[in-house]
């Protein structure tokens, strides 16, 4: 089932993200709307455009992307100056794989609608196991205790034990009076799960306790540059945070840029 190749450890990516203390372009926002989280740009870096980017995380100072399609879902490391991928997991064609997330040296994916997800070793990339859900599997993260799950054509979020990797509990997502659905790519920072809107440019932070957005960031003006200049790019979906630099990387799916962003 895995595609193994010799351990790469892209060494570029701590100077890339501990470097990025000069701004290289400033895309604030000038809304007063207290839910807007105003970013700056601090670098680009290239991103492969075969990649139907579904999740992506740092982990161990490497970029670990997961991509989706029949016959094109793959777990890789990203070499952070050239944005090429070192593969080392390829699912088999039937299955759509979806979001990632590292937890306890274990590799967590989900795929689409097969309902079907598996853990790996974060070191050997070895198939640990496999299990199963009754929803749709599109984001996750964790909160350090809990996977976190979306579900994408609902409205919730869902917390599985890592042991029995079983829902424990699950949320409504609201922002205001409104349900959010097509929650996709997810990262936990910080308390906080930012999620990407499938088919927009927005990222929310989610209160996980209540389900309630407290915050949103608008990335309008990287997205419409992107498909402006690269009309075979498709949306926005990718969140990963470095700790250490406090930057969160972002793509999309087929796009040939990623973006280091840090929050105001």
């Known amino acids: 089932m895995s595609n193994r190749f010799p351990f790469i450890l892209p ?10 203390t000069k701004k290289q372009t ?89 309902k079907t997800g598996f853990v790996y070793d974060a070191r050997t990339y070895k198939k640990l196991r496999e299990f199963s859900y009754d929803i749709q599997g599109w984001g996750l993260t964790h909160d350090g205790k809990n996977l976190i799950m979306s579900d994408g054509s609902g409205y919730k979020l869902h917390f599985l034990d890592t042991a029995t990797l ?12 409104s349900r959010v659905k097509d929650l996709n790519e997810l990262e936990y920072i910080d308390g906080y799960v930012f999620a990407n809107v499938w088919n927009t440019n927005w990222i929310l932070k989610i209160d996980p306790a209540t389900g309630k957005v407290v915050g ?25 945070y470095d700790a250490r630099s406090k930057a969160l990387l972002i793509t999309g799916k087929l796009w040939p840029k990623s973006y280091l962003i840090r929050l105001q």
């Open 26 to 114: 400033s895309e604030e926002e000038t809304s007063s709307n207290p839910m807007d989280i105003h970013y700056t740009l601090i670098n680009t870096l290239p991103h492969n455009t075969d990649a139907w980017t579904q999740g992506l995380v740092i982990y161990q100072n490497k970029i670990l992307e997961s991509t989706g399609q029949p016959n094109r879902s793959w777990i890789a490391e990203v070499n952070a100056s050239s944005g090429e991928h070192d593969k080392k997991v390829t699912l088999p064609g039937q299955y759509f794989g979806e979001g990632i997330t590292v937890l306890n040296n274990k590799i967590y994916q989900l795929t689409w609608e097969e």
């Open 216 to 240: 949103r960031i608008d990335l309008s003006a990287i997205g419409e540059q992107i498909r402006v200049m690269y009309p075979e790019a498709n949306v926005l979906n990718g969140i990963a």
């Open 11 to 20: 060494v570029l990516l701590p100077l890339v993200l501990l470097s990025c």
């Open 166 to 177: 079983k829902i424990v509990r699950s949320v409504t997502v609201m922002d205001g009076g």
